[in-house]
C-alpha cells in the first residue's frame, strides 16, 4: 500500500500530537507530566512507534525482530523511569485508536480493509511483547529496591552512614521514627507482612523480615495496626514499639522494642501492641541478678499448691477485686477469702498491707521471668 503509506506519512504530525493529547486527558500518569517532557521523550516515542506503523503498512504487516527488539527496549526503559505497566498500555491502546482514525480518513474504501487486518497484526505482536518486557523490568528493578532498602535499614540499626544508602532507595529517613518489633504464631508471608504496613502507613516501610524488625513513620498511629495485619497475614501478632527521634536513636529504639517484645512473650502476655510503659515494673524487674532470684523465692512456699498460686495470681489481676477473683475462679466468696488467707501464712506477706501486696505481685511477675 505505497500510496497509503505515503498519505498516512504526511500526517504524522497529526497522529504524534492528537496522541499526546488523549494520553494527558485519559491516562492521570501522562496528565502529571510536564510539558517539557510531553513535547520530549513522550512526543519522541510516539513518533518512533508511528514509523513502526508506517514501515507495517508498506510492508506485509508483522513487525520483524528488530522492530519487536525496538520496543522491548523501550518499554524496559520506561520501566526503569517509574512509568505504571497500565499507564503504558492505555497509551498504546489509544495510539491504535488514533491511527485507525487516521486511516479512515485517509484510506480509500478498498484500502481499509487491509490497512485494519495490519494494524490488529501489529497489536498482536506487539503487547505480549511490551507487557513481558516492562514487567521483567519491573522486576528487576523491585529486587534492586529490596536490596537497597534492607541495607539502608541494615545501616540505620548499626548506627553506620545512611545518606548515601537513603539516596540510592529514594527514601527519606531524617526525621523520627518508630521502631517496631514482631513476632507471630508462625512464619506468614514477608509480602503479605510487607504489604499490610505500608498499606496502613501510606508510605514504603522498611523493614528486615528475618529480625522482625520495621521502620515506620512517627507521624504513624500504631494502637490501630495489630487488628489489620493479623487479619492480612491470618494470625496473631505481638508488637513492641520504641520511638526514634531520628536516625541515629534507631539502634537504641530497635533494642528497646526487642527487649520489650521478648518479655511480653515470655510473660504470656496476649496478642497485641506494647511499648515500655505498659510493662515498666516487669522490664526492671526482668534485670538478671540475685535480687530477681530472691524476690521470685518469695513464692516458694506456695509451689507445692499450685491452686494458691492461681488463686494469687487472678487477684492480683483483677486488681484485688475479690467478687471479680472469686467468679473467674468459680468459687465462693468465703474460699477466696481462706485461699488468700493460707497465701499470707505461707509466705509472710499481708495483702493487706499495700506494701506487701505490691511485694508479693513483683514476685509473681519475677517468677514467671525466672
Known sequence: MPALHTRMALRGGDFTAAVV??????????????????????????????DLLLRALREDGAMGPGDLTRLIEWSGRRAEERVPLEAVIAAYLIGAEVWWQTLAETAEPEELTGAGAKLLACLHAAMPAVVLAHRTAQEDIHSE???????????????????????????????????VALAFESNPPTRLVQSSLEAYAGVPVLMDHVAGIALLPDSCDLSGLPDPLSKDVGQCVFMAAALAAGPATVPAAAAEAGRVLELVQRLGRPPGLYRLDDVLLEYQLARPGDALLRLAAKL?????????LETLRVFVDHGH??????????????????RLHRVSVLTGLDLAVPAEARLLQAALVARDLV
Open 21 to 50: 493529547a488523549r494520553c494527558v486527558a485519559e491516562v492521570p500518569f501522562y496528565g502529571e507530566l510536564s510539558r517539557r517532557t510531553l513535547d520530549g521523550e513522550v512526543t519522541r516515542s510516539i513518533t518512533a512507534v508511528h
Open 300 to 308: 516458694d512456699p506456695l509451689a507445692q499448691h499450685a491452686y494458691l
Open 321 to 338: 477485686n475479690r467478687s471479680r477473683s472469686a467468679a473467674e475462679l468459680c468459687v465462693h466468696r468465703n474460699t477466696l477469702d481462706y
Open 145 to 179: 529496591d529490596k536490596r537497597a532498602r534492607r541495607t539502608l535499614l541494615t545501616a540505620l540499626l548499626a548506627g553506620r552512614p545512611y545518606e548515601e544508602l537513603a539516596e540510592t532507595a529514594r527514601i527519606s529517613v531524617d526525621g523520627g521514627h518508630v521502631v
